[in-house]
């Protein structure tokens, strides 16, 4: 079954093309996509109100891909769950899933590539190295894994997502495209485009080309320091796509979405907690509506970084609200199961190439 094309990588109207030989019609098209995405079924011959040609010889042609649950771990500390999950091809990726405040929606953060090109400096899953985009049914999959779940123990739905699992999104931008449509199709997961966030280093032309499709979704992007030779050294991205260029990009996106642009900044104290740094921000956002989102670094085992101590966190603070940059303190959860923002990579990439542990 892995050869063939798989149906979570389909919205109904594309499923029409492979499914072409069978003279499939839209409305039988939905519902397929309907049974395996939206309900999480997983046999074909079990849809209604569908050809039993079409129903039964289905399955010729398209499939359904599969990710293995090797571990789900519940969060000792706050509601967070995350998923470790393979690939057909035997590569491993995690997804978690995020409690919100209304009781019973969740947010799903997902992953868009098996490891990451990108190479900061202070996240897990930059030290994997890039290993493989993520193909768009194993995008879906992973939220298909999450609500079927949640579905089952009646514990609510999958409300809204955040690409900033695994890898970097605008690296994998056809397929992500791809996923959002599916994500948000009613037929599919039925996930309003403003519940979902794009995050991103900084490509800005995956930026432009977001900005240029008007979608309802959020952007996010990794600032980490307003200053280019302290960003270059945490986010190597700085030498290809200056984050002042970034913010231009950024500011489009904002003009032609109406969306403010999450900016998130990783407190790392001693490196990026300053006063310069307050300053070289509100002088990079000068012209750009945006909302500063702090996160403090979460602690990444063998790095040599950590968290700011609450002098410096509420002195950056109290400095950007001096300097009029709008500012929020996020919380990031499952530090304790490696959840949090930064801390995924899979068990067997955990250590950095050329230094893992052999058998």
């Known amino acids: 079954m892995q050869d063939r094309l798989k149906i979570q990588g389909f919205t109904p109207e594309r ?7 069978l003279d499939a019609t839209l409305p039988e098209c939905r519902r ?19 050809r039993a040609r079409v129903r ?24 967070f769950v995350k998923y470790l999950l393979k690939c057909p091809d ?52 992973q939220l298909r894994i999450v609500s079927r779940e949640l579905r089952a123990s009646g514990e609510g739905r999958v409300h809204g997502v955040v690409f900033q699992g695994m890898g970097e999104p605008l690296h994998n931008l056809d397929n992500v495209l791809e996923a959002l449509d599916i994500i948000s199709n009613p037929c599919g997961l039925a996930v309003d485009g403003r519940n979902v966030t794009v995050c991103t280093v900084g490509i800005g032309p995956g930026i432009e080309r977001l900005a240029s499709m008007k979608t309802r979704v959020r952007l996010g992007i990794s600032v980490t320091s307003a200053r280019a030779a302290v960003r270059r050294s945490l986010v190597p991205m700085e030498g290809r796509y200056p984050i002042r260029e970034v913010i231009k990009a950024a500011k489009l996106f904002y003009e032609r979405s109406g969306h403010l642009v ?18 070289a921000i509100a002088e990079l956002l000068r012209e750009m509506p945006a909302r500063l989102s702090l996160i403090e670094w979460n602690p990444v085992e063998g790095m040599p970084y950590r968290p700011p101590t609450e002098e410096e966190r509420s002195a ?9 940059v709008p500012v929020v303190r996020r919380y990031s959860g499952g530090k304790d199961i490696g959840a949090a923002c930064g801390q995924l990579a899979t068990e067997s990439q955990r250590q950095p190439r050329g230094t893992r542990a052999t058998d």
């Open 15 to 21: 499923l029409m093309e492979p499914l072409a030989a």
């Open 32 to 50: 397929i996509v309907a049974h395996v995405v939206q309900r999480g079924n997983d046999d074909l011959t079990a849809i209604t109100q569908v």
């Open 56 to 79: 039964d010889r289905a399955q010729e042609f398209v499939g359904i891909g599969r990710l293995e649950v090797i571990e789900r771990r519940a969060s000792a500390v706050d509601p």
């Open 90 to 141: 035997g590569s491993e990726i995690e997804t978690v899933r995020i409690p919100l405040e209304k009781p019973g929606r969740f947010s799903v953060c997902v992953s868009s590539q098996v490891g990451c090109a990108m190479g900061c400096t202070f996240c897990a899953t930059g030290r994997m190295g890039f290993v493989r985009n993520l193909e768009t049914w194993e995008i879906v999959e």
């Open 262 to 279: 999450m900016l998130a900044y990783a407190l790392m104290g001693g490196v990026n907690t300053g006063a310069d740094e307050a300053e």
């Open 316 to 324: 950056f603070h109290d400095a950007l609200a001096r300097l009029g």
